[in-house]
C-alpha cells in the first residue's frame, strides 16, 4: 500500500493473520495506533484498534477496539474528503451509516454497544458531501468479545 494510505497511523503490527478473531482479539491480529478526536473536538488522544480496512483510494480507515466496542472511522488523506463506516452488527438488522468530519490525521470514536456474544462487520469509504466516491471490502465478522 502507498504511504499515503497510512497517514494517521501511529503504530501497525501483526500483518499475518488477518482473519478476523471469532473470539477474543489475538495477539497477532492487524492492529492500528490511531489519533482520535475528544468529543468537543479540542484534544487527540492515542487509541489502539484490530482489523484496519481502507476505502478503495486509501482516504478512509476503519477499525474496531472490542474493548468498550469502539469504531474509529478516520481520514486518512488530505483529499478533502471525509470517511464514512458501512456496518452491519449482530443486535441490529441492516446497514448502518456513521459519517466523521474529524479532518485528516483523525479518527471520530463511534462507541458501540454491542453484547459480548455479538460481531460487527464494517467498511471504509471516501465521501465527499453525500456522494459516495470510494469504498473498500468489508473487514468479515469481528467479535465484539474483547
Known amino acids: 500500500m502507498c504511504a ?11 500483518l499475518a493473520h488477518a482473519t478476523p ?9 492487524p492492529s ?11 484534544a487527540v488522544t492515542a487509541a489502539e484498534c484490530y482489523y484496519p480496512v481502507y476505502s478503495g483510494d486509501g482516504g478512509a480507515m476503519v477499525c474496531f477496539n472490542p474493548t468498550g466496542e469502539h469504531l474509529y472511522i478516520c481520514d486518512n488523506a ?3 474528503h471525509h470517511p464514512v463506516a458501512r456496518y452491519y452488527r449482530s443486535d441490529s438488522s441492516g446497514l448502518k451509516t456513521k459519517h466523521a468530519d474529524v479532518g485528516f490525521g483523525t479518527c471520530l470514536d463511534h462507541n458501540l454497544s454491542i453484547p459480548d456474544s455479538g460481531w460487527i462487520n464494517y467498511q471504509a469509504c471516501n465521501y465527499e458531501g ?4 470510494s469504498c473498500g471490502s468489508f473487514s468479515g465478522r ?5
Open 4 to 14: 499515503a494510505a497510512f497517514g494517521l497511523v501511529l503504530g501497525w503490527t501483526g
Open 21 to 29: 478473531a471469532t473470539g477474543e482479539v489475538r495477539a497477532a491480529a
Open 32 to 42: 492500528a495506533t490511531v489519533s482520535v478526536l475528544s468529543g468537543d473536538g479540542d
Open 78 to 80: 488530505s483529499d478533502g
Open 130 to 133: 453525500s456522494t459516495q466516491l
Open 142 to 146: 469481528i467479535s465484539a468479545n474483547g
